[in-house]
T-cell receptor, first 114, second 112 residues
Framework: EAQVTQNPRYLITVTGKKLTVTCSQNMNHEYMSWYRQDPGLGLRQIYYSMNVEVTDKGDVPEGYKVSRKEKRNFPLILESPSPNQTSLYFC?????????????FGDGTRLSIL | EDKVVQSPLSLVVHEGDTVTLNCSYEVTNFRSLLWYKQEKKAPTFLFMLTSSGIEKKSGRLSSILDKKELFSILNITATQTGDSAVYLCAVGGGTSYDKVIFGPGTSLSVIP
C-alpha cells in the first residue's frame, strides 16, 4: 500500500531535549516536505527536499533541521525544542514538485513541548 | 509575500444544501492551485487546477480557477454529513518555484 509513515504519532517532551520525528515513503517520490499545522494558520511549510542531499527552507524553518540521505526518508530534527514548537506536524511526498503533482500526507505527529 | 486567503473560515449548513468555498491568492511563480480535504487526520487530494476556466468535477464536487482574478472556488452540491471537514486551498510556486503555500482552511460542518 502506498503510504507516508510518520513516527511517533504522539510525543510529550520537555524543553531542550533533542528529538527526531521520522518520515518514510514507499512511492519512490522525489519531493518530500514537512509542515506544521496550528489553529487559524493552516499548514506552514518548514523544509522541503527536491531530491537526495537537496534540502531547502520553507516559510518557518527556525528551530528545525532536516536531512535527506536516502530517497525514502526525510527526518525532522528539533535540536533544542521549545514550547512554541508545540504543534501538529505533517510529512508529505509527491512524485515531483507539488506545483505539478498532488502530495500524499502522513497521518501527523502531535508534539507537546513542556 | 506569498499568501493564500480562504473564505469563509467556517460554515455550517444543512444536508442537501449547496456550498461555495473561496480561495484567493497572491503567489509568485504560480504553478497550480490544489484543493485538499482534511477530516480527522491527513489531508487528502481533491483537485489540481492549472488553467483558467476549465471546471474539474468529481461527483458532487467541482472546482474552477480564474488566473486573471487570482481566485478559485470549490462547489459542493447536495451536501452530506460525510462532507464535514476542513477544506484546504494550496498554491504551488513561490519565490523558489518549488514551495507550496496553504491557506488557513474552511471548516465545513454539515448537520442532518
Amino acid at each position: 500500500e502506498a503510504q507516508v509513515t510518520q513516527n511517533p504519532r504522539y510525543l510529550i517532551t520537555v524543553t531542550g531535549k533533542k528529538l527526531t520525528v521520522t518520515c518514510s515513503q514507499n512511492m519512490n517520490h522525489e519531493y518530500m516536505s514537512w509542515y506544521r499545522q496550528d489553529p487559524g494558520l493552516g499548514l506552514r511549510q518548514i523544509y522541503y527536499s527536491m531530491n537526495v542531499e537537496v534540502t531547502d527552507k520553507g516559510d518557518v524553518p527556525e528551530g528545525y533541521k532536516v536531512s535527506r540521505k536516502e530517497k525514502r526518508n526525510f527526518p525532522l530534527i528539533l535540536e533544542s525544542p521549545s514550547p512554541n514548537q508545540t504543534s501538529l506536524y505533517f510529512c508529505a511526498s509527491s512524485l515531483s514538485s507539488p506545483g505539478d503533482q498532488p502530495q500524499h500526507f502522513g497521518d501527523g505527529t502531535r508534539l507537546s513541548i513542556l | 509575500e506569498d499568501k493564500v486567503v480562504q473564505s469563509p473560515l467556517s460554515l455550517v449548513v444543512h444536508e442537501g444544501d449547496t456550498v461555495t468555498l473561496n480561495c484567493s491568492y497572491e503567489v509568485t511563480n504560480f504553478r497550480s492551485l490544489l484543493w485538499y480535504k482534511q477530516e480527522k487526520k491527513a489531508p487528502t487530494f481533491l483537485f489540481m487546477l492549472t488553467s483558467s476556466g476549465i471546471e474539474k468535477k468529481s461527483g458532487r464536487l467541482s472546482s474552477i480557477l480564474d488566473k486573471k482574478e487570482l481566485f478559485s472556488i470549490l462547489n459542493i452540491t447536495a451536501t452530506q454529513t460525510g462532507d464535514s471537514a476542513v477544506y484546504l486551498c494550496a498554491v504551488g510556486g513561490g519565490t523558489s518555484y518549488d514551495k507550496v503555500i496553504f491557506g488557513p482552511g474552511t471548516s465545513l460542518s454539515v448537520i442532518p
